[in-house]
């Protein structure tokens, strides 16, 4: 009988094995097609970095992307990436020692740019909002594909091709401008269609593929030590470098719990990192490596400060921990290798990173492990984007109500309420955070699969046989239904001065029904303070006071002066 039972059970595996098998083929078959389609179309394609607000994340943004291309998809050639000499600095701090990067990326500036070179995709990631912050200086070619525009009043141009592809994607959870379009903007061919914005969220695009998590994610403890030790002899910083060093590998404070802090030096997250704080074991030993701006006069508790021992000097290491201590050990900014592996080395020693931004979330889910977030209001939506996934995979894993009411409270203390005291308590819940890796899509893919899509529905100028043939295999249901509707036609939508421009193939009218009259009208600054300047647009439209219109027969809404007009449904429209 047992004989029979393993016989049937061998058999049963091989079956399984085979069904894996044939999927896991098909799947890596259309992943193969889908790149060499990519680069078929796509041999020069520009990632714009320009612009930062004032974190790494914008410009990571662009480098992640880059760096999948290269690792997880063999795009190793054509690639361009374009800095000022704020995004320079962060690029040169990202890719230090990443020598596969520099062979393979061409770092230039607008004024460096070869005013010969045609691109066939331009990248814009982690803007504001889906729009094109330097549309001035693009230049689309328009049925001529032996001019090259080179200079006119604006200065230089970035040259793409008239069937080339424009993608201007968000910030993760789109937080910072809710009140332009919601989605990010894709363009081709004088076409414009709307894609999911990246974020974490079901409806969104999905977050940046960190190689580094992603090398990680499959190492034991033993290989991340060796990893991070290995990795910060490029930290500059020789205090940084040998405490680093020292703690990781056991000659200093020995006897610790070594974690990564971030995002911890703005001062509405400063209490919300008190809570994690008072969250470790009393009568053990921890300490947290850290890049932020964090000072003794931080920590108001007297009980807390009792126990935490801020350092910044090698020299001012122990040997040996003290038993109940908590060693803040504060670092220089750190380059990516080295971040990410300490955040993996916190995740595997038991405990959970704390940090913020949208890099520091997309390096924890790739690398399948509990961890927590500072929030400030850029933040806000991701983090509850976080918990409602979170929460979503709990009730798919687990059955017994009382253990998801108890997993449910403790989400909404850390991600909820931004009360970390009961943190450390994430690492039973393992399983979710492996499963969430799984599950959140790679940005890189989506955009690769929507510069395909965008490319094909312009050359075919959304025929409407080729349309069903076109959405059958997309993901995003933003662009899907984008191109079921057929796009928009128009110039390149982007603003000037903050003001508004409006492009449309159908008519406006006002409120009586009546017909404006095409290309007559423009923006009137002068009137309602909205812009100064309006491109060749198929519609242009000027209003005198506030008033209602509507645009294919949907009612928009313009508020008082200098308010931005609202579209139900939002098209050709862009406030910058």
């Not at 970095?49 to 790494?56: C, D, E, I, T, Y």
């Not at 899509?441 to 043939?469: C, M, Y």
Request: hydrophobic share 35%; net charge neutral.
């Amino acid at each position: 009988m047992i004989i029979e039972v393993l016989r049937i059970m061998r058999s049963l595996y091989f079956v399984i094995s085979l069904i894996s098998f044939i999927v896991i083929s098909a799947f890596s078959q259309t992943r193969e097609e889908m790149v060499a389609k990519f680069k078929e179309h796509f041999k020069a394609v520009i990632v714009d970095v320009r612009g930062s607000r004032g974190g790494n994340g914008d410009v990571a943004a662009g480098y992640l992307t880059i760096m999948d291309f290269i690792q997880n998809y063999q795009i190793t050639e054509g690639i361009t990436i374009l800095v000022d000499s704020g995004s320079l600095k962060i690029i040169e701090r990202l890719a230090k020692g990443n020598s596969r990067f520099w062979s393979i990326a061409k770092v230039e500036t607008i004024e460096t740019l070869p005013t010969d070179r045609v691109f066939d995709l331009y990248l814009s990631l982690s803007s504001p909002s889906g729009s094109f912050q330097h549309g001035k200086q693009i230049s689309e070619r328009w049925g001529d594909e032996n001019q090259v525009e080179k200079n006119d009043d604006t200065g230089k141009k970035i040259n793409i091709r008239t069937e080339g592809v424009l993608m201007a994607q968000t910030a993760l959870g789109n937080t910072e401008e809710t009140s332009t379009n919601p989605f990010a903007a894709v363009r081709s061919n004088g076409l414009n269609f709307d894609m999911s914005p990246a974020g974490i969220a079901s409806n969104e695009a999905g977050i940046y593929n960190d190689y580094v998590a992603v090398q990680l994610r499959s190492m034991n403890v033993d290989e991340i030590e060796k990893f991070v030790v290995t990795e910060s002899k490029m930290i500059d910083d020789f205090d940084s470098k040998t405490s680093v060093q020292d703690i990781i590998s056991g000659n200093k404070l020995k006897g610790v719990k070594t974690g990564l802090a971030y995002g911890i030096s703005a001062k509405e997250t400063k209490q919300q990192f008190m809570s994690y704080l008072k969250g470790l074991e009393a009568g053990k030993s921890f300490c947290l490596i850290t890049p932020s701006i964090f000072d003794e006069h931080d920590i108001v508790d007297p009980e807390l400060r009792r126990r935490v021992v801020l350092v910044s000097n090698n020299a001012n290491l122990s040997e040996h921990a003290e038993p109940g201590k908590i060693y803040i050990v504060k670092t220089k900014t750190l380059p990516h290798r080295v971040f990410v592996g300490l955040m993996a080395y916190s995740m595997r020693k038991g405990l959970v990173p704390v940090g913020a931004g949208d890099g520091f979330m997309s390096a924890a889910i790739n690398l399948g492990g509990p961890f927590v977030l500072t929030k400030v209001p850029w933040n806000a939506k991701n983090i509850d984007n976080l918990k409602q996934r979170l929460l979503i995979i709990t009730k798919r894993l687990y059955t017994d109500p009382t253990h998801i009411a108890l997993v449910e409270s403790l989400f909404e203390s850390v991600y909820g309420k931004i009360d970390m005291l009961k943190s450390q308590a994430l690492h039973k819940l393992a399983p979710l955070f492996a499963r969430l890796s799984k599950e959140v899509p790679n940005l890189s893919e989506r955009i690769i699969e929507t510069a395909i899509v965008a490319h094909e529905a312009a050359k075919s100028n959304l025929d409407p046989n080729e349309r069903a043939h076109l959405v059958k295999n997309i993901h995003d249901q933003t662009l899907r239904k984008s191109i079921e509707d057929g796009g928009i036609a128009g110039t390149i939508k982007t603003t000037y001065e903050s003001g508004l421009v409006f492009s449309s193939t159908g008519g406006f009218k006002d409120e009586s029904g009546n017909d404006y009259k095409k290309n007559d009208m423009a923006i009137n600054p002068s009137k309602n303070g909205m812009g100064d300047r309006t491109e060749n647009f198929f519609n242009k439209v000027s209003y005198d006071k506030p008033t209602k219109t509507y645009l294919h027969g949907l009612e928009t809404s313009k508020s008082k002066q200098s308010k931005p007009l609202t579209l139900n449904k939002c098209i050709g429209f862009y406030k910058n």
